[in-house]
């Protein structure tokens, strides 16, 4: 089992950044694949990025379409902590991010495990 806490949300403005942390706690922790979700009102919840590592390598990261080039996920495996640094941020980044664990892929469905969610919102 893995408990989820994400934290790092707030408001900013068009163009700023923004650094989400996510701290996992568990002793399997190590097992699973990690992952970020956002969920804006009125949206279906929507996969953002998924990394695959073990201590200092990362073999597989993943991002959604809308958010490559602009979002990077990173793991430490020593503080089981997962983070997603967000740059040049948009209105249309606004959403509930939650942090989730578990099998992997682009769908919802692979994961099992999912934290509370954090709140981002991003002024124009």
């Known amino acids: 089992q893995v408990q989820l806490v994400e934290s790092g949300g707030g408001l900013v403005q068009a163009g700023g950044s923004l650094r989400l942390s996510c701290a996992a706690s568990g002793r399997t922790f190590s097992s699973y694949v990690m992952g970020w979700f956002r969920q804006a009102p009125g949206k279906e919840r929507e996969f953002v990025a998924t990394?695959?590592?073990?201590?200092?390598?990362?073999?597989?990261?993943d991002y959604a379409d809308s958010v490559k080039g602009r979002f990077t996920i990173s793991k430490d495996n020593a503080k089981n902590m997962v983070y997603l640094q967000m740059i040049s941020l948009e209105p249309e980044d606004t959403a509930v991010y939650y942090c989730?664990?578990?099998?992997?892929?682009?769908?919802?469905?692979?994961?099992?495990?999912w934290g509370q969610g954090t709140q981002v919102t991003v002024s124009s």
């Open positions: 990394i695959i590592s073990s201590g200092r390598y990362t073999y597989y990261a």
């Open positions: 989730a664990a578990g099998n992997g892929g682009r769908s919802r469905n692979g994961y099992q495990y």
